[in-house]
């Protein structure tokens, strides 16, 4: 139906708990404070977590795997996190996660891709309209059609994507988490953009 949205990082077309079955089944460390420290810094993140790995992998039961496997080795870790912010520090971890599922599947697209010039790098972060086309679309399409619009996107445009546009991540946060420069994500957001523009005019050219 039309107008569903994306909030808070999950699309409504997923089931409110639908990161649920990622949960990690084992928190049972001899710190009963360390889990419980790690039980509310990270937990509320899991939904997101799930969203992320759903549009990685485009498989929910690889989904929930990816997330269980992320959060035990965060919380394995979590004695040395100092920082940054709890939701990029999980996103970084769960794409390692899901980079060594893609590695391990013969024929996933991990190459390289043709980013932008370092020129690129030099554009103000200021010039990035608040609300876009591409915003728009994913606030307003059906759930179930943005979803399968987003997944057909090569990898690194749609990681990029859902990164800033669902989970709302600045630039800088996206590129400390894939590991480029500033230039390079905003690169790959604009190409991944005008690919989801050009899929959605497609899709509205389609009888009805």
Request: charged share 30%; glycine share 4%.
């Amino acid at each position: 139906m039309p107008g569903r949205r994306i909030v808070a990082g999950r699309v409504d077309g997923f089931s409110a708990n639908a990161g649920q079955g990622a949960m990690p089944v084992d928190f049972s460390f001899n710190d009963t404070d360390r889990a419980q420290r790690f039980r509310e810094a990270a937990l509320p993140h899991l939904d997101d977590a799930y969203t992320l790995a759903r549009y990685l992998l485009r498989d929910p039961s690889d989904a929930e795997d990816a997330v269980q496997e992320c959060y035990l080795r965060a919380l394995r870790h979590f004695d040395s996190y100092r920082g940054p912010a709890m939701k990029p520090w999980l996103f970084a971890i769960l794409r390692n996660v899901c980079r060594a599922e893609f590695a391990r599947r013969a024929g996933s697209p991990t190459g390289l891709v043709d980013d932008a010039p370092e020129h690129a790098e030099q554009t103000p972060l200021w010039r990035d309209a608040p609300e876009t086309p591409e915003t728009h679309i994913l606030r307003q399409r059906e759930a179930a059609t943005v979803q399968g619009l987003v997944a057909a996107l090569a990898e690194p445009f749609r990681e990029t994507l859902v990164l800033r546009e669902i989970q709302n991540l600045s630039y800088r946060e996206i590129a400390d988490i894939v590991e480029v420069p500033v230039g390079t994500v905003m690169s790959r957001l604009a190409r991944a953009r005008a690919m989801l523009r050009a899929a959605w005019m497609a899709e509205e050219e389609q009888p009805k």
